[in-house]
Nanobody
């Protein structure tokens, strides 16, 4: 059984910073791409940032230059450093990871439970 556990959300003033973490655990053979998404109630979940197993990154235009995604392949953890936060960044953030489990023939996308980020003006 594979699980993703997120942490690091909370309340911050505009211009402040937060760091989200997401650790994968379970019978993991290999983790391919990892990423962060966000979803406002009533709207579709949208990409924030992704990082491949080799470290290539991709960012949504809305966060490029303010957010940085990174990963620790030993700890099976992906991070999202969020700087210069704006009220528009307020929403629930979800991590995702494409994981190949032991004994599996293909990788599966797993999701974390979500963590709330609130930016006050």
């Amino acid at each position: 059984q594979v699980q993703l556990a997120e942490s690091g959300g909370g309340l911050v003033q505009a211009g402040g910073s937060l760091r989200l973490s997401c650790r994968a655990s379970g019978y993991i053979f290999r983790i391919n791409a990892m990423g962060w998404y966000r979803q406002t109630p009533g709207k579709q979940r949208v990409l924030v940032a992704t990082i491949t197993g080799s470290g290539s990154t991709n960012y949504a235009d809305a966060v490029r230059g303010r957010f940085t995604i990174s990963r620790d392949n030993v700890l099976n953890t992906v991070y999202l450093q969020m700087n210069s936060l704006k009220p528009d960044d307020t929403t629930v953030y979800y991590c995702s990871a494409e994981i190949l489990g032991y004994g599996s023939e293909r990788s599966i996308a797993y999701w974390g439970q979500g963590t709330q980020v609130t930016v006050s003006s």
